[in-house]
């Protein structure tokens, strides 16, 4: 798609895929039961950015838990027999958003953002940035956080084809919640960054 007439203006642009999911919201915060959609703020620059973290108190003050107060939390991973899932979904999900680039692809332009690091992130002010909540609760694979990426094709009249093989993108490091800062190559699981 990216090839296309307009394809980065359009299809590839993840300011206008933000606005475009969260004008899908039946309510305030309510969306669509079919669409399962993760919370999208978007916003231009460093100011927008601290607009964001007011409204989402992302603030390091803010911070409930200290580095030495976390636990090492047990999720589900593929590569092992079923857990309880029960008692991972009942887990609070940490304040952690990852930002990106509008136009950005692969491995730049994606930063993890949490109470810890909040500080540190750099934005251009004429940018165009969308900021969605991280995906939570987590599958593992071995211990890595990993996403399946499935592709399709949608036609014109409405009709959805999904191929039958798909991809399993896995993270360098091993995912744990202990450490103070997000750390990209536990978070990423983009080919790109892990090739």
């Known amino acids: 798609y990216s090839h296309l007439p307009n394809g980065t203006n359009i299809l590839d642009s993840k300011w206008v895929l933000g606005r475009l999911l969260r004008s899908a919201s039946v309510g305030e915060d309510e969306h669509d039961p079919n669409l399962a959609v993760l919370e999208t703020h978007c916003f231009t620059g460093m100011k927008g950015f601290y607009d964001f973290c007011d409204r989402v108190n992302l603030k390091k003050e803010n911070s409930s838990t200290s580095e030495g107060e976390q636990e090492a939390r047990v999720f589900r991973d593929l590569s092992e027999s079923p857990r309880n899932v029960e008692s991972q979904d009942e887990e ?68 959805a084809f999904c191929h039958r093989q798909c991809f399993l993108h896995v993270a360098n490091d091993p995912f744990e919640t202990t450490s103070g800062d997000p750390v990209d190559s536990v978070h990423i699981t983009n080919c790109c960054v892990n090739s």
Do not use: M
Not at 104 to 113: H, Q, R, S, T
């Open 92 to 159: 609070e999900a940490p304040n952690l958003w990852v930002v990106k680039d509008s136009f950005a692809n692969g491995a730049g332009g994606i930063w993890v953002v949490g109470p810890q690091n909040v500080d540190t992130l750099s934005l251009i002010e004429t940018h165009n940035y969308v900021a969605q909540r991280y995906a939570w609760p987590l599958v593992l694979l071995d211990g890595h956080k990993c996403h399946v990426r499935v592709y399709a094709l949608l036609t014109s009249d409405g009709r």
